[in-house]
Structures are given as C-alpha cells and as structure tokens.
C-alpha cells in the first residue's frame, strides 16, 4: 500500500486557507486520488474541544496556549492523520505546525527549541510533504475575515501584529523552500486554485505515479 500524501495550508487570518483546501480536496478527488480534509485547532472530538475553549476563554498565559494546541495536535495526528496516511489517503490540514511556530513562536516569543520538541513529540514522523503558505497584506486578509463575517479574536488583534505574523510565515517558506510553496493569495480564488494546483502536481502526483 502506497503510503498517503500529507499537504497543509499556512497562512494568517482570511488568506483563503479553507476555501482552497475544499477545491484542491474536490481537484484530487476528480483525480482518483482519496483524501480527507482537516483542520487545526480540531480535527477530533478533543481538538474541536480545544478550539471551542481557546477562541472562548483566552488562555492568559502563552505557554497554556502553545501546550493546547500541541495536546489538540497529539490527538490529531494519533487518531485521524497517521491512520489515514497509513491506509493510503491523502489528507489535506488546514493549518498545523507552522501555525504554531508563528503565532505562537514569532508572536508570543515562546522558544523554537520547545516548539520542536513538541513537534518531535506530537508529529514526528507524519511532518507535512507540502505546505502551501498563502500569502496576501494583512488588511485584506483581515478584511477578508470581517466579510465572511466570523471574526475571531486572534482575527480582531492589531494590523502590525498580523504583519508579524505574515513575516513570520514568509520566512519558513524562505527557510524550507524542499516543503514549503509560497502562493500569491490576493488573486481570484480560480487563479489560487490553479497555483496550488501546479504545486501539488509538481510536487506529488509526479512521484505518487
Ligand atoms: N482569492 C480570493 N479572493 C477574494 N476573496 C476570497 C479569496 N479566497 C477566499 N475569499 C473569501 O475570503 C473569505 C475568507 O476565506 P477563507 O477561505 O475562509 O480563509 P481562511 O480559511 O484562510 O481564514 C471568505 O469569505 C472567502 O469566500
Ligand atoms: C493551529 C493553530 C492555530 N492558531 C490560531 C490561528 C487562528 O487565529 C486560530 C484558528 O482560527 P481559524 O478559524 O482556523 O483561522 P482563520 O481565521 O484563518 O480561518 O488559531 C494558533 O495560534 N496556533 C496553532 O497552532
């Protein structure tokens, strides 16, 4: 059995990660290839938990925070990413690690070597085949965010923050340029899809053949 492919979408608040995660599912899909979609923080019944209980009552400490979202990823990756990946599916996260090592690495500063180590523990060996890291001015993306009308609270923080936070992904696509590609998210959604399109089929159906 042909172990499965593992893709993440990257990228800060409003970028087009959900929207472009659904059209490459339904793309694979029509290329006979199986696949799940996920999502981070959830994915499980405890990570949904998870999620309700972060975006509900913010943890005031950082460390609480970087430490729910690695139990959330444990979970996830042990009982829906690794099974799958397994059995020969492909799964496609909206979100995982490097949102952790931006938000709450670059944001809140906490260590990358505790970063790492968490993802030693939580991830390893089932790191993502390709993360596609949708990039596009905070402005939009938060503009974005407030016309889909679900502005969450890391949504509603302030523009240089959210510019942190592009940086801080634009610099894991320049530091992993093997995993990482890097899609211009201010284009219509058709000409992101066929960006993400090109990634994946240069980097993975050719070798999944
Ligand atoms: N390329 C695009 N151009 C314009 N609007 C977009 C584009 N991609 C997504 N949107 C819209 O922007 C909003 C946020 O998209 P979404 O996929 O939910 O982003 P994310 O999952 O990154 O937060 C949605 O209302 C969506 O329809
Ligand atoms: C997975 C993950 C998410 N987050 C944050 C990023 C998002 O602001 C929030 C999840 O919200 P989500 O609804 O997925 O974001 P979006 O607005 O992009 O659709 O959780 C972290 O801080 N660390 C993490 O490890």
């Given at each position: 059995m ?50 309700d209980?972060?975006?509900k ?10 430490l ?20 020969g ?23 990358p ?10 991830v ?8 596609l ?12 965010a ?13 523009i240089?923050?959210h510019?942190?936070?592009?940086k ?37 159906l050719?070798?999944?053949?």
């Amino acid at each position: 059995m042909k172990r499965g492919k593992f893709i993440t979408f990257e990228g800060g608040e409003g970028v087009g990660k959900s929207t472009q995660a659904k059209r490459l599912a339904e793309r694979l899909e029509r290329a006979g290839v199986p696949v799940i979609i996920t999502r981070e923080p959830g994915g499980t019944p405890v990570g949904e938990d998870v999620r309700d209980l972060i975006m509900k009552d913010r943890p005031t400490d950082p460390m609480t925070e970087l430490l729910l979202f690695a139990a959330a990823r444990a979970e996830h990756v042990t009982s829906v990413i690794r099974p799958a990946l397994d059995d020969g599916t492909w799964v496609i996260s909206d979100r995982f690690i490097d949102s952790t090592r931006v938000y709450q690495g670059k944001r809140y500063g906490l260590e990358p070597e505790l970063i790492s180590l968490l993802e030693r523990y939580t991830v390893s060996p089932d790191f993502p085949d390709l993360t596609l890291i949708l990039d596009l001015p905070a402005t939009e993306g938060v503009e974005r965010a407030q016309n889909r009308g679900t502005l969450s609270r890391y949504d509603a923080e302030r523009i240089e923050t959210h510019e942190v936070l592009r940086k801080g992904f634009l610099e894991i696509a320049t530091s992993e340029p093997k995993r990482c590609v890097l899609i211009d998210a201010s284009l219509p959604v058709s000409s992101v899809e066929t960006a993400v399109w090109q990634a994946v089929s240069a980097h993975l159906l050719v070798e999944a053949r």
